[in-house]
């Protein structure tokens, strides 16, 4: 029985649109000075580690201080969808400005991070960012607080599949001394907590691609190779 080369193509896409994805930060970006009372995207993508993303409920966005193995969480920024990639947030006021605050999102018992950014003081000031590297999951960090509750909390953005729906943008730069999503972008159990690697690390093998768009290339390869010898 011969299997013609378009079945084979829609039975190996099928099969890449049941593969889970990771979740990877890309704003704020390590270092991002953020201004208090500004609103400013969040915005995160897939991709191809662990922890995935469940197939339904929500992403909780919360904004965090504290070291790699005491983190504090300062304010619950919103809740979307597992489809969203990108939710609005109105920066509140911070006491003390400084390199000492990240996000984290949640999603049942999988969790992930930014790197660490910068809250500045309201005219825009803030202390020169630590220059001394830390092994993951080892950055001590710093204690903020909120000093003006009554900013206003983030508004959910369109879902990715919406019209008018934000990009989600480039991955971050490196940083030195930031927390690692998933601390670069991803943490299961025992995995590294914001961080501190050159660039975001993600945790576990090395994966195909970064993006998801890497699977998808992959497999359209492996069903034309497929399809072909079928056909013959």
């Not at 947030?89 to 990240?102: C, E, M, N, R, S």
């Not at 508004?155 to 989600?168: F, N």
Request: charged content about 10%; cysteine-free; hydrophobic content about 40%.
């Amino acid at each position: 029985m011969k299997i013609s080369l378009s079945s084979s193509i829609a039975l190996v896409a099928a099969l890449i649109g049941t593969v889970q994805a990771g979740l990877f930060p890309t704003s704020p970006a390590p270092k991002q000075v953020l201004i208090p009372g500004s609103k400013v995207p969040i915005t995160w993508q897939s991709d191809t580690t662990t922890p995935a993303i469940p197939k339904t409920g929500n992403i909780d966005v919360y904004f965090m201080t504290g070291s790699d193995q005491a983190q504090t969480k300062l304010q619950t920024i919103g809740s979307v969808p597992v489809t969203a990639t990108t939710l609005d947030w109105t920066v509140p006021q911070v006491d003390p400005a400084g390199l000492i605050y990240f996000l984290m999102f949640q999603s049942g018992t999988a969790e992930w991070w930014t790197t660490r950014f910068i809250v500045a003081l309201p005219d825009g000031t803030y202390p020169p960012p630590p220059t001394v590297t830390y092994a993951s999951g080892k950055n001590p960090g710093g204690a903020g607080k909120i000093v003006n509750a009554t900013t206003p909390a983030a508004t959910p953005a369109p879902d990715a599949g919406t019209a008018g729906a934000a990009p989600a943008g480039n991955a971050p730069a490196g940083n030195s001394s930031t927390p690692v999503t998933g601390a670069s972008s991803n943490s299961a159990a025992g995995a590294a907590k914001p961080g501190t690697t050159a660039t975001p690390t993600k945790t576990g093998a090395a994966v195909m691609s970064s993006r998801p768009d890497g699977i998808v290339a992959a497999g359209l390869a492996l069903a034309l190779s497929v399809g072909l010898m079928l056909a013959a």
